[in-house]
């Protein structure tokens, strides 16, 4: 005997890693007690079989000793990873296999399926015996019908067929039999149970979630409910992942995977729907995701009463408030006398669950340090800050999606695999994309790396990227025309601009206009220093736009250096506005942004100041919070260089705005507190919103930026004085001037007064 025990524990060590001697020993002990007759012929026939199938434990194969699929069941409650071996026919895991097929062992309801004769009453052929008597083997059909098995009911008197047998030994018929019913523990209902254990019983639906078994999905590899154990064909499957068996949907009439029954007949997936009842919280047909003390609530009431835990008025501690006191006000179960315990086990938050990972904030802590785990298993001090941001947020739920779902966080996840140390240098090495902006705005809103001029700044990363397929000597000269010229001439006047502008735009059509002049060159033959001024002339008439006359500026870099002539690129004159918003409607959408309740907030702003003031939609989306000033009832707003009067309505639109809670806003990385707060805040930590985002926005509001803007500064312009009207908006003298003599009006006489008065 003892040479057998250790035999099998050395076979049983071998075939589950994760087992010690002494666990290998106290499972054999259960599995196979020592005082039971042939305990040693058990352990012998376990060590036959693992010696010549190794795998034994992980392959769910039933073609073996009943002892090992004892022992299986053992160490899988033990916690240990091995398969079950399952019926063959049925895929049901049970401890009694006992007949052995050539396909493999079955279980006691397959076997009695899988024996067929001649019954002796009806003589149906290949019929499934029932039972026997002594005129022979019945069917099930004559055994349903046999005088033996009617008994008197002990209720309504009737001969029928017992269902259950009571402690009186009299015996109850289907019709007036009732399942026991029991309160269920976990969520209060008093239904059949499902099962009952020292802490108290669970109904079927609260033992699938809380208390069934879980297993390994064959296809998913996750840690699930099985709904289809394992087979030779297929392995075990979750809900998930199982289909259910393919029938004819007695709704669509196609050939699909069977969701359900609905009067006996199946249905799909598509044309299945859960019963509506009425939710005891919104007071709408939905279908029912719980049954608390409070009553059925759907699927959107279950989430956000959940995810939005408050202070009890009973036990003042917070709580998801499940139930009502008789007052209406809202209490916690325990409170309402159901043990429904919504707290989590691994930090001890109330609400927002998670699954049995621990609540939502449980699980995004673990997805943003695995995201941020470096090479060596740790998260570097460098992305610290990274991870607090993600951390502190009051919508994990939009954090973890973010982390799972978002091309951002799976490109920042590649980046801190390659174990480097986070550089605007390797973020510039890497291809340009939205992705890469978005991450690089994250390490500066974050503190993670210094903040720079991003707009002018990723010039240089885009055209080495763009120049890899153009020819060589192109590069060579568009090189220095972008860093000594453009970006020399950008920077400096981004240091003197008083208001932020977007320059990048415009430098990239400046570089790609002179790469067409140089492609075009040679697919003519000419060189750069033989280009006259009929060849450029041509070059500029053959597409009927404005936008090749942008090479002007590499003309005259080139032109400085040698290495072209003096060549002229018309000027195009400046246009009048072409169209104007009429006062009648400028005044109605104006008084739609500020009076209509149904628009967005931000586009009713927008909209108001750009019909109001005519301030371009580039100064709009860079207005911060501290623009906004109060002085006793009145709101100004510093959009140029004097603060504005804002009408009230106006006002407070802005101030909403501004005082916005943080969870609102659309940004999955939380900025800087000390970074300016974005009176329009945009996708990208840290950046307000992008201008041509804004106009569409706009648009589909049927406010037209272009014609609303031009139309509000004729108004202003036929009112205001040009020296005014560049003050109070901030724009040059000269435009300001120009909008003034459009309107046909002369403020010589008001400037010559004002110069006299601050003389």
């Known amino acids: 005997m003892d040479a057998a025990v250790n035999s099998a524990i050395t076979h049983l060590l071998a075939a589950v890693p994760t087992l010690d001697v002494n666990q290998a020993s106290s499972a054999l002990d259960v599995a196979v007690p020592i005082n039971v007759r042939g305990a040693a012929r058990f352990l012998e026939e376990l060590v036959a079989h693992l010696s010549t199938h190794p795998d034994a434990m992980g392959s769910g194969d039933s073609r073996c000793p009943p002892v090992l699929i004892r022992l299986t069941h053992v160490l899988h409650d033990n916690g240990h990873e091995v398969i079950r071996p399952g019926c063959a026919h049925c895929g049901k895991t049970v401890t009694e296999l006992r007949q052995l097929r050539p396909e493999g062992r079955i279980c006691g309801s397959c076997d009695s399926r899988s024996r067929l004769a001649v019954c002796s009453r009806c003589g149906q052929q290949n019929a499934r015996i029932a039972a026997r008597r002594l005129d022979g083997k019945i069917c099930y059909r004559c055994y349903n019908r046999d005088p033996e098995r009617f008994k008197e009911c002990s209720q309504c008197g009737r001969l029928d067929r017992p269902v259950a047998r009571l402690d009186d030994e009299t015996v109850v018929c289907q019709r007036c039999w009732k399942r026991p019913e029991r309160p269920c523990i976990a969520c209060g209902r008093v239904k059949p149970s499902a099962v009952v254990d020292d802490d108290g019983a669970y109904c079927h639906p609260c033992y699938s979630k809380f208390r069934r078994p879980r297993r390994t999905c064959g ?198 695999a390659e174990g480097r140390p986070v550089s605007h240098d390797l973020l510039d090495e890497i291809p340009p994309s939205r992705n890469v902006h978005y991450i690089r705005q994250m390490m500066v809103q974050t503190g993670v790396l210094v903040e720079r001029h991003e707009d002018l700044e990723r010039l240089p990363a885009w055209l080495d990227h763009h120049l890899l397929a153009i020819p060589t000597d192109h590069a060579n000269l568009i090189r220095p025309y972008l860093h000594w010229f453009l970006l020399r001439r950008a920077r400096r006047r981004a240091v003197n601009r008083s208001f932020p502008a977007s320059a990048g735009r415009e430098l990239r059509r400046r570089i790609l206009v002179a790469l067409e002049l140089l492609d075009w060159l040679d697919g003519n033959r000419i060189t750069l220093d033989q280009l006259q001024q009929d060849d450029l002339d041509r070059w500029l008439s053959e597409q009927n736009t404005q936008r090749r006359h942008l090479v002007r500026y590499f003309l005259k870099w080139t032109h400085q250096r040698g290495l072209s002539r003096k060549l002229v690129v018309p000027t195009i004159p400046r246009q009048q506005p072409a169209k104007l918003l009429d006062d009648d409607e400028r005044w109605r959408l104006l008084q739609r942004c500020l009076t209509d309740t149904a628009l967005p907030v931000d586009v009713r702003a927008a909209g108001a100041l750009t019909l109001l003031f005519g301030l371009p939609t580039e100064r709009i989306r860079h207005l911060t919070a501290d623009q906004l000033s109060c002085q006793g009832r009145h709101t100004y707003l510093t959009a140029g260089r004097r603060p504005a009067l804002l009408p009230p309505r106006l006002a407070t639109l802005l101030q909403d705005l501004a005082t916005k809670p943080e969870p609102q806003r659309r940004l999955s990385v939380h900025a800087d507190r000390r970074a300016a707060q974005w009176l329009f805040p945009g996708l990208v930590p840290g950046q307000p919103i992008a201008n041509h985002a804004l106009t569409t926005r706009l648009s589909r509001h049927d406010i037209n930026v272009r014609i609303a803007r031009n139309g509000a500064l004729a108004a202003l312009a036929a009112d205001l004085p040009a020296a005014v009207l560049a003050d109070l908006l901030g724009m040059h003298i000269n435009t300001a001037v120009r909008w003034v003599k459009y309107v046909g009006r002369d403020w010589a006489d008001y400037i010559a007064a004002r110069a006299i008065e601050h003389g």
């Open 219 to 416: 296809r998913c590899g996750k840690l699930r409910h099985i709904a289809r154990n394992a087979t030779e064909d297929q392995p075990d499957l979750c809900h998930g992942c199982y289909r259910g068996p393919e029938m004819t949907c007695s709704i669509c009439d196609r050939f699909r995977a069977c969701k359900g029954y609905t009067k006996g007949k199946p249905i799909c997936q598509a044309c299945y729907r859960r019963p509506a009842h009425t939710c005891s919280r919104c007071g709408r047909q939905r279908g029912i995701n719980a049954h608390w003390p409070m009553g059925p609530v759907c699927d959107r009431c279950y989430d956000m009463v959940l995810r939005s835990p408050a202070e009890c008025s009973r036990c003042r501690t917070f709580q998801p408030l499940i139930a009502r006191d008789e007052d209406g006000t809202g209490i916690c179960g325990p409170c309402a006398g159901v043990v429904l315990d919504y707290r989590c086990r691994h930090c001890g938050r109330t609400g927002n669950p998670y699954g049995h990972d621990g609540c939502a904030y449980c699980v995004l802590a673990n997805k943003a340090r695995h995201l941020l785990t470096g090479s060596d298993g740790e998260v570097s001090d460098q992305l610290l800050p990274v991870l607090d941001a993600l951390l502190q947020t009051a919508s994990p739920y939009k954090q973890i999606h973010w982390i799972e779902k978002s091309p951002n966080a799976r490109l920042l996840g590649q980046i801190v």
